[in-house]
């Protein structure tokens, strides 16, 4: 079964940096777009970033852009979100999968932003 190891995330201030990791695993991970979620508290989840397979191309939601940057590395079956500027409406808890053919989720992870 395909797995999703999220990690990284943690509790910052307003205008913080984290970065979020996510290996996966089980599947032909280089073969893939792959994309970081998010889900705030009573909220759906909703798709952050996007990334090509070869890492050619990245799109992003428009509440992120300039902010957030998409990376992977086919190497470790790892893709990664490098926040900054964080606000408080991003917290949330994320979580990475394809962009197409959604697998299972991983057990994502929490990313708080408050003073």
């Known amino acids: 079964q395909v797995q999703f190891v999220e990690s990284g995330g943690g509790l910052v201030q307003p205008g913080g940096s984290l970065r979020l990791s996510c290996t996966a695993s089980r599947f032909s991970f280089s073969r893939y777009s792959m994309s970081w979620y998010r889900q705030a508290p009573g909220k759906e989840r909703e798709l952050v970033a996007t990334?090509?397979?070869?890492?050619?191309?990245?799109t992003y939601a428009d509440s992120v852009k300039g902010r957030f940057t998409i990376s992977r590395d086919n190497a470790k079956n790892t893709v990664y979100l490098q926040m900054n500027s964080l606000k408080p409406e991003d917290t949330a808890v994320y979580y990475c999968?394809?962009?197409?053919?959604?697998?299972?989720w991983g057990q994502g992870t929490q990313v708080t932003v408050s003073s």
């Open positions: 990334i090509t397979n070869i890492g050619s191309s990245t």
């Open positions: 999968n394809k962009r197409f053919q959604i697998e299972s």
